[in-house]
């Protein structure tokens, strides 16, 4: 029923910046809450960020505050993670999530295949 598909990883130097978009192909988008989870090799998935079906409240993962932001844009059924101030250890394939109504059981949300993001030191 839900689709998602992530884009705008790639490979940056420490310091710099990364724009990542996650494009839901869904009947109401609002219905959602979005969030975005990352994992690196031989380690937990990890939570990023998250994101209120309005957009007015957000929330994120201590090692992320105040360097990342995420953004939706309910009439492109879009969800943004902005990435600023990247490190070394920002490496790890991040995944676009959706949340029916806030729901946090697996038959109510959905993954995205995820997008590499690699930060050199």
């Known amino acids: 029923q839900v689709q998602l598909v992530e884009s705008g990883g790639g490979l940056v130097q420490a310091g710099g910046s990364l724009r990542l978009s996650c494009a839901a192909s869904?009947?109401?988008?609002?219905?959602?809450?979005m969030a975005w989870f990352r994992q690196a090799p031989g380690k937990e998935r990890e939570f990023v960020g998250r994101?209120?079906?309005?957009?007015?409240?957000?929330y994120y993962a201590d090692s992320v505050k105040g360097r990342f932001t995420i953004s939706r844009d309910n009439a492109k059924n879009t969800v943004y993670l902005q990435m600023n101030n990247l490190k070394p250890e920002d490496t790890a394939v991040y995944y676009c999530k959706a949340e029916y109504r806030g729901c946090l059981i697996a038959g109510y949300t959905y993954w995205g295949q995820g997008t590499q993001v690699t930060v050199s030191s």
């Open positions: 869904v009947r109401t988008f609002s219905d959602y809450t």
């Open positions: 994101i209120s079906w309005s957009g007015d409240r957000t």
